[in-house]
T-cell receptor
Framework: NAGVTQTPKFQVLKTGQSMTLQCAQD?????MYWYRQDPGMGLRLIYY???????DKGEVPNGYNVSRLNKREFSLRLESAAPSQTSVYFC?????????????FGPGTRLLVL | SQQGEEDPQALSIQEGENATMNCSYK?????LQWYRQNSGRGLVHLIL?????REKHSGRLRVTLDTSKKSSSLLITASRAADTASYFC???????????FGKGTSLLVTP
């Protein structure tokens, strides 16, 4: 099992460009999450999907959109990238939504917006 | 969901020593999780302690929870260089689907 995979690993964008970060899990988990991690800020939740067909905003959703394509895949889209979106993006999944669930994280996508 | 606050922000010890890091939170919880993040990697779940538990062990890890003080501690015994990482707590209550992570404690274990 690969667990949670993310593509790409690194990306450089110019301000105003768009891109989609891909995430897939092979653990048959119902819930998936997108976080961003900035130096000295810890992880902040962008969006999550409690189950296939549902998505909800997290703490910092502005400037992002998500799609729960199917049970395995949860993508994060930046429509018009800004330098403030330079960060490391982590996708995670859990069997069910809920605070007692263990989350499994992908290796991250490092994004630089110039 | 609420966020935990880890303390200290950074900790440097030598191999073989014990490392203790703390987590404080503000409101009542159902459980609290600890995660580790090695440099450049995603977070890895270490242990979950429920609100009705006071102490839990997993290998060289010992977690305590004091709900009256709204705090938890993570003790790593006989630290190794491989324990060098950032450690995050995630306290959770009844509501909310997701976890909130604090800024973490950065642990450096030197040979």
């Amino acid at each position: 099992n690969a667990g949670v995979t993310q593509t790409p690993k690194f990306q450089v964008l110019k301000t105003g460009q768009s891109m989609t970060l891909q995430c897939a899990q092979d653990m048959n988990h119902n819930s998936m999450y997108w976080y961003r991690q900035d130096p000295g800020m810890g992880l902040r939740l962008i969006y999550y999907s409690a189950s296939e067909g549902t998505t909800d905003k997290g703490e910092v959703p502005n400037g992002y959109n998500v799609s729960r394509l199917n049970k395995r895949e949860f993508s994060l889209r930046l429509e018009s990238a800004a330098p403030s979106q330079t960060s490391v993006y982590f996708c995670a999944s859990s069997h069910l939504a809920g605070s007692k669930e263990t989350q499994y994280f992908g290796p991250g996508t490092r994004l630089l917006v110039l | 969901s609420q966020q935990g606050e880890e303390d200290p922000q950074a900790l440097s010890i030598q191999e073989g020593e014990n490392a203790t890091m703390n987590c404080s939170y503000k409101t009542s919880i159902n459980n609290l999780q600890w995660y580790r993040q090695n440099s450049g990697r995603g977070l890895v779940h270490l242990i979950l302690i429920r609100s009705n538990e006071r102490e839990k062990h997993s290998g060289r890890l010992r977690v305590t929870l004091d709900t009256s003080k709204k705090s938890s501690s993570l003790l790593i015994t006989a630290s190794r260089a491989a324990d060098t990482a950032s450690y995050f707590c995630a306290p959770s209550g009844d509501s909310g689907y997701a976890l909130n992570f604090g800024k973490g404690t950065s642990l450096l274990v030197t040979p």
